[in-house]
């Protein structure tokens, strides 16, 4: 079975800082997809990167940052110069690529608190 | 982009009754959706998976009976909480996955409280 797990519970950054979320996780699939999303206080997820399994390059996005080490199961989230605006739950998840459904597990999500 | 609305956005009923929440993919076809649910401050679990014309796949614990799914068209799936109980009140997610990718558009949520 697979399982996402995001150890950073909650993190508080003052503004400008970086921040980095880890995510780890288990699959016995070679071929997967991982995702980052944040979801505001408003509630509704909005969607911030896809990595496929056989793409082990890191990926930059304006301040957005994600290292993918296979070697280790981890897909990391940095957010560089972080901003108000950052503050928020941010979720990693799992989807296997199978025949039907390609079902999403999720971590349990870091909430980032960026304050001024 | 791929919109997903949900119907309503925030329900208030009582218990006992019956709710019903729309998932409506707004410029694409989906042929699968996905139903979650979020408590406070927990993550989203998925509840389950519905493919147009079939019945739903229901996730291990979460009982067919009280959370039917229909996922009649291929841009329309409806959850309908049956004899809702303040137990079920939480945030309903659905996301749907187009017939091209393997990625999935959520939809803004709905937050359902039984009183």
């Known amino acids: 079975a697979q399982k996402v797990t995001q150890a950073q519970t909650e993190i508080s950054v003052v503004e400008k800082e970086d921040v980095t979320l880890d995510c780890v996780y288990e699959?016995?699939?070679?071929?997967?997809?991982l995702f980052w999303y944040k979801q505001p206080p408003s509630g509704e997820l909005v969607f911030l990167i896809r990595?496929?399994?056989?793409?082990?390059q890191n990926e930059i996005s304006g301040r957005y940052s994600w290292n993918f080490q296979k070697s280790t199961s981890s897909f990391n989230f940095t957010i560089t110069a972080s901003q108000v605006v950052d503050s928020a739950v941010y979720f990693c998840?799992?989807?296997?690529?199978?025949?039907?459904?390609?079902?999403?597990?999720f971590g349990g999500g870091t909430r980032v608190l960026v304050k001024p | 982009g791929a919109v997903v609305s949900q119907h309503p956005s925030r329900v208030i009923c009582k218990s006992g009754t019956s709710v019903k929440i729309e998932c409506r993919s707004l410029?694409?076809?989906?042929?699968?959706m996905f139903w979650y649910r979020q408590f406070p401050k927990q993550s989203l679990m998925l509840m389950a998976t519905?493919?147009?014309?079939?019945?739903?796949?229901?996730e291990q614990g979460v009982e067919k009976d009280k959370f039917l799914i229909n996922h009649a068209s291929l841009t329309l799936s409806t959850l309908t909480v049956t004899s809702a109980h303040p137990e079920d009140s939480s945030f309903y997610i659905c996301?749907?996955?187009?017939?091209?990718?393997?990625?999935?558009?959520f939809g803004p949520g709905t937050r359902l409280t039984v009183t």
């Open positions: 996301s749907a996955r187009d017939i091209t990718g393997y990625e999935q558009y």
């Open positions: 699959t016995r699939d070679t071929t997967y997809y």
């Open positions: 998840a799992l989807s296997e690529v199978k025949a039907a459904g390609n079902k999403l597990t």
């Open positions: 519905s493919n147009e014309g079939s019945k739903a796949t229901y």
């Open positions: 990595r496929n399994s056989f793409d082990e």
């Open positions: 410029d694409f076809q989906a042929t699968t």
